[in-house]
């Protein structure tokens, strides 16, 4: 899937408060990822669980055919037919208890890694720990 990213806008107003999609095709593990963002005053609505639920619809209808792709080991799940499954993925904060709400018990992503990384905030440098999901698309006549 080549870069998707979206403008999210209200419907009753064609507002934009923020952008999502697919930011990154080759991520650090390999699979497409999923990403949004959306203005703070937007927060707390359904407004990030109904992007990415649309999002993930129209990803899955698109048509598919077998490539071969370096992906973290981590991130491989096998199907009935010994082949990795196709995935998405996204990564949160730690401490992003809404967005993994949004993902875990949402939109069916399931957490397969923790890690993290060294970032500067504030000019000091500072650990983050992260969070990385799955999802598999639901297709017909797939596993």
């Known amino acids: 899937m080549p870069h998707s990213n979206f403008a999210i806008c209200l419907r009753s107003t064609g507002e934009f408060i923020g952008s999502g999609g697919s930011h990154n095709p080759a991520s650090s593990f390999g699979w497409p990822e999923l990403g949004y963002m959306l203005k703070r005053e937007q ?23 077998e490539v071969e792709l ?37 939109c069916g992503f399931e957490k397969f890694a923790a890690w993290g990384e060294e970032v500067t905030k504030n ?21």
Not at 58 to 65: D, H, K
Not at 90 to 102: F, H, L, V, W
Request: net charge neutral; no cysteine.
């Open 43 to 65: 927060w707390g609505k359904g407004l990030a669980t109904e992007f990415v639920k649309a999002f993930l619809s129209a990803w899955e209808a698109l048509p598919r055919e």
């Open 70 to 106: 370096a992906v973290d080991e981590r991130s491989v799940v096998l199907g009935e037919d010994g082949r990795a499954r196709e995935a998405m993925i996204a990564t949160t904060d730690e401490t992003n208890g809404p967005s993994q709400k949004i993902l875990g018990e949402k």
């Open 123 to 143: 000019g000091e440098a500072v650990y983050q720990g992260l969070l990385t999901w799955r999802y598999f698309p639901r297709q017909r006549g797939r596993t």
